[in-house]
């Protein structure tokens, strides 16, 4: 029996991943959402979220399947992508699965990364020490004990945070180094595609498209999500395009300018984490966005070998 298979593309914020998908991707396939604020109800204008008529378009998987309340871990997307990509499979369809987040996309082809199962007395501890200390401390503790995760991980993001900790003092060793494999698992067929810009165009389109966000109404959206109590422990409040609005509420500094030029830097250097990371995988083909004939080709000859 064949293994079931799955194409993969990914690529840093605003470099034209739903473009691509709008003109290569629009028949034969349904797309796995590999966002991890997409997947959040209400998060529409900040996540980029595709409009009705592209999901309407293209069947869409994990796309607000969250309250922002709630947490949605790596794992959990990697368990429901392998799922979907069975059964898409199954129906004569090819999965695309396509998004930002390289966490989802390296456990997801490589395998998990063989950290220990977490110990919950460990988790208490560690759980205390932020709660006496603080969420700055915990990010300060981490950057000293595991530097290379630190890099990786948002300074709000408390989950990661104490989860990296709790590895660490669980085994004395940092979270990084139990590094996931660099080839890919042999039960499912990927083909991975990345997207890549100049550095100077991609901060231009990050720029627009910052601005086309607050056209739409963010503002308004996240008036919306503080109306319903929306702040820092929420997990989907430390998506990029909300947490700064969440920090300037917190720190009493509400100007929208500046909350603005936030978002626009912290973008900025999200899409460099993200390159940095997606050019450590293998087996990857890069390809500049507007080179639709190079994907398409590279997709018809995997769907048909």
């Known amino acids: 029996m064949s293994k079931p298979k799955a194409v993969v593309l990914f690529g840093p914020t605003a470099v034209g ?17 590999a966002d ?5 109800k209400w998060l529409d204008i900040g996540s980029a979220k595709p409009d009705e008529e592209l999901q309407k378009k293209i069947p869409h998987h994990l796309v607000d399947i969250r309250d922002p309340r709630q947490q949605y871990t790596a794992g959990d997307f990697c368990n429901d992508a392998e799922r979907l990509i069975y059964e898409i499979n199954s129906r004569g369809k090819m999965p695309l699965i396509t998004g930002g987040t390289a966490y989802y996309f390296k456990q ?5 990364s063989k950290t220990p199962a977490a110990d919950m007395e460990i988790r208490k ?3 205390a020490l932020i709660e006496e200390r603080g969420s700055d401390w915990a990010y300060e503790e981490l950057d000293r004990v595991d530097h290379t995760a630190a890099q990786r991980i948002y300074r709000n993001d408390i989950y990661r945070i ?7 003092y669980q085994t004395g060793r940092p979270l990084s180094s139990f590094e996931v494999s660099d080839s890919f698992r042999d039960d499912i067929d990927f083909l991975v595609i990345g997207l890549v810009r100049d550095k100077s165009i991609l901060d231009e389109r990050i720029e627009k498209r910052v601005d086309i966000m607050f056209d739409m109404g963010l503002y308004d959206e996240m008036k919306f999500l503080i109306e319903m109590g929306a702040d820092s422990s929420w997990p989907g409040m430390q998506g990029i395009g909300y947490k700064e609005f969440i920090t300037a509420i917190e720190s009493g500094e509400t100007s929208i300018d500046l909350i603005k030029k936030d978002i626009v830097k912290n973008s900025k250097q999200y899409a460099k984490r993200q390159m940095t990371f997606f050019k450590s995988f293998k087996n990857v083909h890069f390809v500049d966005p507007d080179d639709i004939d190079t994907v398409k080709k590279l997709c018809k000859d995997f769907i048909e070998r």
């Open 17 to 33: 991943k739903t473009a691509m998908t709008e003109q290569v991707f629009s028949e034969g396939f349904e797309i796995i959402n």
């Open 36 to 40: 991890s604020v997409q997947v959040y």
């Open 108 to 112: 997801l082809i490589y395998g998990p």
């Open 125 to 127: 501890k560690v759980n």
């Open 162 to 168: 104490s989860r990296a900790l709790e590895v660490y």
